[in-house]
């Protein structure tokens, strides 16, 4: 099984800053990556999918690259309804469907 | 609206059985794989189950493989989550998901992303 490890577990930032979020994963992987936002006591929203795709409605301050063992999720410009915790989601061709330890996005 | 809402939760004593369902509205259901994925408390998620949007292939993580089935009504637009042989550790809240894949053709398509979330039901398995 591939393994997914998702930096920082905690990340503390002010509003307006720019912050990256990165998931590894063990081997080379095809791109099938998707990142979400859940806030607590909700149920996790679709940010961005296939690495880089914005999903339907989110801003446009969300972006997400890379590829093979490395993608990131890019937050600029932070606002205040952006401090939640963040997942990354690794689906592979097998099917495999992995998600990150998570995220947390804290006010400083 | 589109939504998906779940339903099932319950207290089930370690061994035992429960069904969840989830019911989806506001959209062309038959035409969506529709998954299962869990959240233990202060946790983070984990993939449990998916159907495709004939019902024909099912999904299921190693983790619940032989205990738990999945399977779908399209016709009441619901679909089911039959588990068994429940452990503690499969104590948590339960979110069915609609995959992002509008599956035109019928033949069982899904990309495995989840762009519509019910509100979750809780399980607790105790004695």
């Known amino acids: 099984d591939i393994q997914l490890t998702q930096s920082p577990a905690f990340l503390s930032a002010s509003v307006g800053d720019r912050v990256t979020i990165t998931c590894r994963a063990s081997r080379v992987v095809s791109g099938d990556l998707a990142w979400y936002q859940q806030k607590p006591g909700k149920a996790p929203s679709l940010l961005i999918y296939?690495?880089?795709t914005l999903e339907s409605g989110v801003p446009s301050r969300f972006s997400g690259s890379g590829s093979g063992t490395e993608f990131t999720l890019t937050i600029s410009n932070l606002q205040p309804e952006d401090f939640a915790t963040y997942y990354c989601?690794?689906?592979?061709?097998?099917?495999?469907?992995?998600f990150g330890q998570g995220t947390k996005l804290e006010i400083k | 609206e589109v939504q998906l809402l779940e339903s099932g939760e319950g207290l089930v004593q370690p061994g035992g059985s429960l069904r969840l369902t989830c019911a989806g509205s506001g959209f062309s259901f038959s035409n969506y794989g529709i998954h299962w994925v869990r959240q233990a408390p202060g946790k983070g998620l984990e993939y449990v189950s998916g159907i495709s949007g004939d019902g024909v292939s099912t999904y299921h993580a190693d983790s619940v493989k032989g205990r738990f089935i999945i399977s779908r009504d399209n016709y009441r637009k619901t679909v089911f989550l039959q588990m068994g042989s429940l452990r503690a550790e499969d104590t948590a809240v339960y979110f069915c998901a609609r995959d992002n894949y509008y599956d035109g053709s019928g033949q069982g398509g899904m990309n495995w992303y989840f762009d519509l979330w019910g509100r979750g039901t809780q399980v607790t398995v105790s004695s």
């Open positions: 296939s690495a880089s």
């Open positions: 989601q690794l689906v592979n061709r097998y099917p495999q469907c992995t």
